[in-house]
């Protein structure tokens, strides 16, 4: 996959635009340690939207098979693609109905600093003309977010995490890590290193929680850990509005539950005393997603150079890749 030694390091003094980790994205994994800001018996993480307007739609009708009520919480990077008005007011009008964080990107559009490009604290193993391509997207999106400064106000009040409590475990809900709003520590590619899991214990620890739920670095991974308040688990979803695994046309999202989720298709997951943590297919109208990204980011733009290829091949990624070193928790 990628080169573990050369990840940055979250103190790291970069400010390169797109690779700077500004001093206002970082908190503390103990302020976590608080009383959950709510509680369900089935939650849905949703991170990396990136404007995907069907991928919404398919959300939607995936929740209405749930047996019981579900509380969504749409934890960051729900615009980066919808650089319409339209599309740019649809999904604000309905992800602002539920729980949200701000990801970076709708951090960076409440605000008109550039000095952080698109915010998305990029590693060394990202080349140069991503990161660019990323900062000129943003600009782009930006933009458009100017015709709407009520929400601009609102994306900018938006907390930079969440609590839940599910079952009786108390889940916290990021978008980078339990550091940094823009955290790699939770990206499939360090959990690969044995050397950096090993930090990880200290995170659920100090935000005495017993689930981890994260998004920002575009690849899902699941692993278990051992911890001081027993087994505890790291679900990040990767990305909700594009693929995940090569050869592949779907998002994942998160589910964490007191109930399986055997009527699902559930891609992987794992059962942590109570509750169901799995990883879930969002299947998505690719021509429809396909016809809206097209209108607004036609051959040659950043956009179509970046993420094209990934949205009708999916990344090299296999869903291998996001399971945990020592075994598979793939389901049948």
Not at 95 to 114: C, I, Q, S, Y
Not at 150 to 157: C, F, I
Not at 162 to 184: C, F, K, N, P, T
Not at 266 to 276: N, Q, T
Request: glycine share 8%; net charge neutral.
């Amino acid at each position: 996959m990628t080169d573990k030694s050369r990840a940055t390091d979250q103190g790291s003094s970069e400010t390169r635009p797109g690779r700077a980790c500004p001093l206002h994205y970082r908190y503390h994994p103990a302020d976590l340690a608080r009383e959950p800001d709510f509680g369900t018996d089935t939650l849905y993480v949703v991170g990396g939207l990136y404007g995907n307007r069907p991928a919404l739609a398919a959300l939607g009708a995936l929740a209405a098979r749930e047996r019981a009520p579900v509380a969504l919480v749409f934890n960051g990077d729900f615009n980066w693609f919808n650089v319409d008005a339209e599309g740019f007011e649809a999904v604000q009008s309905e992800v602002l109905r539920h729980h949200a964080l701000r990801g970076n990107v709708e951090t960076e559009l409440a605000g008109e600093d550039a000095v952080a490009g698109c915010g998305c604290g990029y590693p060394e193993w990202v080349n140069d003309a991503e990161v660019e391509r990323s900062n000129l997207i943003l600009e782009r999106l930006r933009d458009t977010a100017r015709q709407f400064p009520a929400v601009r106000s609102r994306l900018a009040a938006l907390p930079m995490h969440l609590v839940a409590e599910v079952g009786g475990i108390r889940v916290a809900i990021v978008h980078g890590d339990a550091h940094s709003l823009a955290g790699w520590n939770y990206a499939q590619e360090l959990l690969a290193d044995p050397a950096h899991r090993r930090r990880i214990p200290g995170d659920f620890e100090a935000a005495r929680a017993r689930v981890i739920a994260s998004s920002h670095t575009c690849l899902p991974a699941l692993s278990e850990f051992d911890t001081a308040g027993g087994r505890s688990v790291l679900i990040n979803n990767g990305a909700a509005g594009m693929p995940n695994f090569a050869h592949t046309r779907y998002g994942v999202i998160t589910r964490i539950s007191t109930q399986p989720a055997v009527h699902l298709n559930a891609l992987y997951g794992v059962r942590l005393d109570r509750i169901h943590v799995d990883a879930l297919p969002l299947r998505y109208d690719q021509a429809r997603w396909l016809d809206e990204f097209h209108a607004n980011w036609p051959e040659g733009s950043p956009a179509h150079v970046s993420y094209y290829r990934r949205m009708t091949h999916g990344p090299a990624a296999t869903l291998a890749h996001a399971l945990p070193p020592r075994g598979s928790l793939a389901k049948a």
